[in-house]
C-alpha cells in the first residue's frame, strides 16, 4: 500500500545551523508533494511544494528535494532559527489537480531548535 | 481576508450528543476537506466536497455527515458523538487548477467526548 512517513519522529538543531527533514514515499505514481509547518496549537502551515516533474524548487530559506529513484523527499532548513520549531508533515497525492483528492500525510517530524 | 474560519476552537461534548463543526472559507476555493488529527496518527480525511453541491467520503467517514450548500461554508455533524471522535478538527480548502492543489486549512477544533 501506499504510505507517506518521516525518517525521524524528532530532530534537535542549534540555531544557525541547517536542518534536513526528510520523507519517504512509497506510490511511485504520486505527482505532487507538500510540506506544511505545524504549531503548537494551530493547524498546518503550507510551506513549499514540488511536482514530479521538478527534482528540487527552493523557497526563501527553504529548499525541497525531490529524488523519484528512490521515493524520497527532503526539506532543507537554512539557517535555522527558534521560530522554525514546529512539527513537519511532508503530504503527497498521486492524482494531480482533481479536486477532492485527498493529501496524504506523513507523521511528521518534530523540530526542536535551541539558541 | 481571514482565510479559513472554524467555530468552536474547543468543545467538551456528552457522548451521545450532536455537534456541528463550522467552517467558512474566504477565499472562494472550490474544494474543502475536512480532517482530523489524532496523535500518532496523523491527519486522516474523513469528508470532502469538490464544489458546492456535492461531497464524498475520505478515509474515516463513519459517524460523520457534511454539507455543501454554498461555496464558503462546510459544515460537519456528528449525530450522536462518541469518545473515540475525541480528536482535533482541520477544516481545509483549495482551489484546484491547472498549478496548484495546495490545501490551506484552518486552526482547528479541539473536541472532546466524554
Known amino acids: 500500500g501506499e504510505s507517506v512517513g518521516l525518517h525521524l519522529p524528532t530532530l534537535s538543531v542549534q540555531e544557525g545551523d541547517n536542518s534536513i527533514i526528510n520523507c519517504a514515499y512509497s506510490?511511485?505514481?504520486?505527482?505532487?508533494f507538500i510540506w506544511y509547518k505545524q504549531e503548537s496549537g494551530k493547524g498546518p502551515q503550507f510551506i513549499i511544494d514540488?511536482?514530479?516533474?521538478?527534482d528540487k524548487r527552493q523557497g526563501q530559506r527553504v529548499t525541497v528535494l525531490l529524488n523519484k529513484t528512490v521515493k524520497h523527499l527532503s526539506l532543507q532548513i537554512a539557517a535555522t532559527q527558534p521560530g522554525d520549531s514546529a512539527v513537519y508533515f511532508c503530504?503527497?497525492?498521486?492524482?494531480?489537480?482533481?479536486?477532492?483528492?485527498?493529501?496524504?500525510f506523513g507523521k511528521g517530524t518534530t523540530l526542536s531548535v535551541s539558541s | 481576508i481571514a482565510g479559513i474560519t472554524q467555530a468552536p476552537t474547543s468543545q467538551i461534548l456528552a457522548a451521545g450528543r450532536r455537534m456541528t463543526l463550522r467552517c467558512t472559507q474566504d477565499?472562494?476555493?472550490?474544494?474543502m476537506y475536512w480532517y482530523r488529527q489524532d496523535l500518532g496518527l496523523g491527519l486522516r480525511l474523513i469528508h470532502y466536497?469538490?464544489?458546492?453541491?456535492?461531497?464524498g467520503k475520505g478515509e474515516v467517514p463513519d459517524g460523520y455527515s457534511v454539507s455543501r450548500a454554498n461555496t464558503d461554508d462546510f459544515p460537519l455533524t456528528l449525530a450522536s458523538a462518541v469518545p473515540s471522535q475525541t480528536s482535533v478538527y482541520f477544516c481545509?480548502?483549495?482551489?484546484?487548477?491547472?498549478?496548484?492543489?495546495?490545501?490551506?486549512f484552518g486552526p482547528g477544533t479541539r473536541l472532546t467526548v466524554l
Open positions: 481545509a480548502s483549495s482551489q484546484t487548477s491547472g498549478s496548484s492543489d495546495t490545501q490551506y
Open positions: 506510490n511511485s505514481a504520486s505527482d505532487y
Open positions: 514540488i511536482r514530479s516533474n521538478m
Open positions: 503530504a503527497e497525492t498521486p492524482w494531480a489537480n482533481q479536486a477532492g483528492t485527498a493529501l496524504i
Open positions: 477565499m472562494r476555493h472550490n474544494a
Open positions: 466536497s469538490n464544489t458546492a453541491g456535492t461531497t
